[in-house]
């Protein structure tokens, strides 16, 4: 079964820009995640949509948004990019939301670079 | 709130020694928890988590993790490092009404000398 599958694998955008990344969840998962990696804040939750519904909203400004299609594959965009917004971007998935099971996997990443 | 707390940077280990790899925890509730991997330039591979029952908990690639309720512990453990296990190292907590919401701690790189 294919792992959870991230586009573009890297980018490259100059402030002010906006950004849109894709995830597509391993075949069957219905919730996906997304989280910031940085140097100096760690990983930090996103969002997460189940079902086409934002599920539960991370710490971060109105600049972050994201949608969830009826495939389950979902796209975050980052609108008036800072540098501040250079990070490695992880998309995780997984069965269903909340479930004592519930495992997320995750993708490769997308690794942004703001200049 | 929930949190996770990784209290070393850095663990260095001579290839064949155990290895052990610390995280405490903070959450309402009964938690549930995770240990990931990542390797340069890679996402992030699940290696085990414990949800309830047993408290020593076995994953992947030889590692293994023992919950200490009462210590809010969740210590990764693996008898004999291999080279190979050298990577950054990251305990998550979610708790039981936080959706797929993981906190992770601050990681832990480690490094295994041959």
């Known amino acids: 079964k294919a792992g959870v599958t991230q586009t573009p694998r890297y980018l490259i955008k100059t402030r002010g820009q906006q950004v849109t990344l894709s995830c597509s969840p391993i075949?069957?998962?219905?919730?996906v995640s997304w989280y910031q990696q940085t140097p100096g804040q760690g990983l930090q939750f996103l969002f997460e949509?189940?079902?086409?519904?934002?599920?539960n909203k991370g710490n971060f400004p109105g600049r972050f948004s994201g949608r969830q299609f009826s495939n389950s594959r979902s796209e975050m965009n980052v609108s008036t990019l800072e540098l501040g917004d250079s990070a490695l971007y992880l998309c995780?998935?997984?069965?269903?939301?909340?479930?004592?099971?519930?495992?997320?996997?995750f993708g490769p990443g997308t690794r942004l670079l703001v200049l | 709130a929930q949190s996770v707390a990784q209290p070393e940077d850095q663990v260095n280990v001579a290839e064949g020694n155990p290895l052990t790899v610390k995280c405490t925890y903070s959450?309402?509730?009964?938690?549930?928890l995770f240990w990931y991997v990542q390797y340069p330039n890679r996402g992030l591979q699940f290696l085990l988590k414990?949800?309830?029952?047993?408290?020593l908990v076995k994953g992947s690639y030889g590692f293994e993790a023992e919950f200490n309720k009462s210590q809010t512990s969740f210590h990764l453990k693996k008898p004999s490092a291999l080279v190979s296990d050298s990577a950054l190292y990251f305990c998550?907590?979610?708790?039981?009404?936080?959706?797929?919401?993981?906190?992770f701690g601050g990681g832990t790189r480690v490094l295994v000398k041959p």
């Open positions: 995780a998935s997984s069965l269903t939301s909340g479930g004592p099971e519930e495992t997320q996997y």
């Open positions: 075949s069957g998962h219905r919730s």
């Open positions: 949509y189940f079902s086409e519904t934002q599920r």
């Open positions: 959450v309402s509730g009964n938690p549930y």
């Open positions: 414990y949800i309830t029952g047993d408290n």
């Open positions: 998550a907590v979610r708790g039981r009404a936080a959706g797929n919401k993981l906190t």
